[in-house]
């Protein structure tokens, strides 16, 4: 089994900041990108960031400059937000899309599926 759990979100003032983390942990035999979403209160859960393998990331346009994603090799990812408001309080989920490698009779084969964290609550607000 993969698991992925976030951690680092909270309270925090308008203008504030927040690094929010995320490990993955398990049996797989890759990572291939990882991503975070969130969701706001009545609201359908939404693109914040993603990063490939290789570094490559995308953003929300919306959130382009105020918030970083990166990654390191031991499958933890990272997002760090600044000058937050309140239209950024949300659960934040993060996803890894993962390979692994399945039995099927004598051989291995393998198996890409995305995971998801419960999620970490972010609140902004004075």
């Known amino acids: 089994q993969v698991h992925v759990v976030e951690s680092g979100g909270g309270l925090v003032q308008p203008g504030g900041s927040l690094r929010l983390s995320c490990a993955a942990t398990?049996?797989?035999?890759?990572?291939?990108?990882m991503g975070w979403y969130r969701r706001a209160p009545g609201q359908e859960r939404e693109l914040v960031a993603t990063?490939?393998?290789?570094?490559?990331t995308k953003y929300a346009d919306s959130l382009k400059g105020r918030f970083t994603i990166s990654r390191d090799n031991a499958n933890s990812l990272y997002l760090q937000m600044n000058n937050l408001g309140p239209e950024d309080t949300a659960v934040y989920y993060c996803?890894?899309?993962?390979?692994?490698?399945?039995?099927?009779?004598?051989?291995?084969?393998?198996?890409?599926?995305?995971?998801w964290g419960p999620g970490t609550q972010v609140t902004v607000r004075s």
């Open positions: 996803s890894a899309a993962v390979t692994v490698m399945v039995e099927i009779g004598r051989t291995k084969v393998p198996q890409d599926f995305t995971t």
């Open positions: 990063i490939t393998k290789g570094g490559s």
């Open positions: 398990g049996r797989f035999a890759s990572i291939n990108s």
